[in-house]
């Protein structure tokens, strides 16, 4: 599961669950999440998620600022279209989240056994 991590002073304070589509953010009515401040655009950015076309059961993620007033940050960098991953930071405005994908395998190793000569 896919998920968008809200932090404030470094702390989770919600989770918002993604899926396959189209997730908009901003500040008029009918964004699939809509920030209520006035600095955020009524049409900021996009995240497309689509699946993966090597392992479909794992989705993709590209996040597009809409031609914000202010821009959408990924990594504390401006962006026009970025690909996410797992535990990218997305700012817009004052607002912070932390994409979380419990799909991403980060983290882990794999082990491989040498044979003895």
């Known amino acids: 599961m896919i998920k968008l991590k809200h932090i404030i002073n ?4 919600s989770d918002i669950d993604l899926s396959a ?7 008029n009515h009918g964004n699939s999440l809509q920030l209520d401040d006035g600095e955020v655009s009524g049409e900021h950015a996009l995240i497309r998620l689509v699946p ?11 996040i597009f600022d ?5 821009g ?3 990594n504390n960098i401006m962006v026009k279209e970025k690909e996410l991953k797992h535990g990218d930071a997305i700012k817009i405005c ?8 419990d799909q991403s395998n980060v983290g882990t190793q794999t082990e491989y056994a040498l044979p003895d000569e």
């Open 10 to 13: 470094g702390a989770v304070v």
């Open 21 to 27: 589509g189209e997730f908009t953010i901003g500040r």
């Open 52 to 62: 993966n076309k090597y392992l479909p059961q794992q989705l993709d993620m590209t």
């Open 66 to 70: 809409l031609n914000s007033t202010n």
């Open 72 to 74: 959408t940050y990924v």
């Open 94 to 101: 004052s607002y912070e989240y932390r994409v979380f994908d």
